[in-house]
């Protein structure tokens, strides 16, 4: 079946320092990937996504690419704040959505 | 535009009572799901209906769960009788459809704790 791996956490980082949150998946089919973000006290929120092989994902400063050789889909962002403090989900969807167990994130100012 | 829209947002109720989780999902959507997340952890799909037809219940306990999405809007999620280990927060998600690039909207969520 499918399922989706990532990094553990948690993840403690300084305001401007560079984040990355390794995400890898197996699937059967073609599916479209996904990051989620959950704030404190807040509800999941799409932060990207992206449908095919080779494509970017990109938003509020974060980025991620569809490699399908690697089965990753790695979150990145080169300066992060305070405010981007959350937990993280991978997600996959071939028809149904499976996440990641998700990575928190703390930073410090 | 309005969210997923959830309610309560939290509820403590006894073991062996009965409890039900609303959900009203974004205007126009067709597709709507019920998640379960336990704590540490990613949501698990419980349930997803495309307009009022349940298309995939198999990860949901039929023996205490059931749902419905009459008229194919808002739905109602039950569990009967709640245990202690049904303690988690349980999503609603809506999605215009039910294609792999559709993304899935998500409430607040109503957190419940099981005594």
């Known amino acids: 079946g499918n399922s989706v791996t990532q990094m553990e956490g948690p993840v403690t980082l300084s305001e401007e320092a560079f984040l990355t949150i390794n995400c890898t998946y197996t699937?059967?089919?073609?599916?479209?990937l996904f990051w989620y973000v959950q704030y404190p006290g807040e509800g999941l929120q799409l932060l990207l996504k992206?449908?095919?092989?080779?494509d970017k994902g990109s938003n509020k400063g974060f980025e991620a690419t569809y490699r399908k050789e690697t089965t990753s889909f790695h979150l990145e962002k080169g300066s992060v704040q305070v405010s981007d403090s959350a937990v993280y989900f991978c997600?996959?969807?071939?028809?149904?959505?499976?996440f990641g167990a998700g990575t928190t994130v703390t930073v410090r100012a | 535009e309005a969210g997923v829209v959830q309610s309560p947002r939290y509820k403590i109720i006894e073991k062996k009572q009965p409890v039900a989780f609303w959900c009203n999902p974004i205007?126009?959507?067709?597709?709507l799901y019920w998640y379960l997340q336990n704590l540490g952890q990613g949501p698990e799909l419980l349930i997803r209906?495309?307009?009022?037809?349940?298309?995939?219940d198999s990860q949901l306990p039929k023996d205490r769960f059931s749902a419905e999405r009459l008229k194919g809007v808002d739905s109602t999620l039950k569990i009967q009788p709640a245990e202690l280990g049904d303690s988690a927060v349980y999503l609603c998600?809506?999605?215009?459809?039910?294609?792999?690039?559709?993304?899935?909207?998500f409430g607040p969520g109503t957190r419940l704790t099981v005594l």
């Open positions: 998600a809506s999605s215009l459809g039910a294609g792999v690039e559709d993304t899935q909207y």
């Open positions: 699937a059967t089919g073609y599916p479209s």
């Open positions: 992206a449908t095919k092989a080779d």
């Open positions: 997600a996959l969807n071939d028809y149904k959505l499976s």
């Open positions: 205007s126009g959507h067709n597709t």
């Open positions: 209906y495309e307009n009022e037809e349940a298309v995939d």
